[in-house]
């Protein structure tokens, strides 16, 4: 028996939270992208720190949510599998253009944009950036590297003088040193101005290490 598959679009119900009050008077915007297995609000708590009535930050959340042991109790989503890859990219970087439009598309006034991933959220992010229309004024990826198929030569161009942070922790068991070398090499190929941050601690967000990056 031989089957044949069949894509659909669909409309389906995205979420996505903010912290800060839109408007004229923000003045820097962060895009935070959590990583695999969070919810984009659990995701925020560590990024109050930044709220300082000038700044707007907004967490998406992953389309694809589950539950993270034996089908109940807490759950968490993701950004994308292995399965119809590439549509699962396609998706999410249309919700995020629908979030732009909503949010802040029509203004007028002048605004930094700072970009950052956490673990899974890495990939996301530098997908983003690739598809936004600003060039951000710095980009973090926190506890995750670049993504394997990543447009490295435009990246590169569009982040000319832009710095891209790496942070990890130490005892980070995700992150390989073959992983690490491979990232760091890319940085020299194509010029990123790479600032590595690394502080002592696991695979999480700290408060304290991301005020130093404001």
Known sequence: MQYEMHTLGVTRTARFYTLGHAGAHIRRIWWCFHGYGQLAADFLTPFSCLDDGQTLLIAPEGLSRFYLKSGVGQVGASWMTKEMREAEIADYLN?????????YASWEHP???HLLG??????TVCRWLLHSRF??????LWGGVFPHDWDF???AERLRGVPVYFVLGKE???????QLLSFID???KYGFDMKPLFYEGGHEVKESVLATLV
């Open 186 to 188: 890319m940085h020299k």
């Open 172 to 178: 980070d068991r995700f992150i390989t040193p073959e």
């Open 153 to 155: 030569e435009k990246a």
């Open 111 to 113: 605004f930094e944009m």
């Open 95 to 103: 919700y995020f253009r629908k979030i732009e439009q909503e949010v």
């Open 135 to 140: 060039t951000p004024s710095k980009l973090i």
């Open 118 to 123: 956490f673990s899974q959220g890495c990939a």
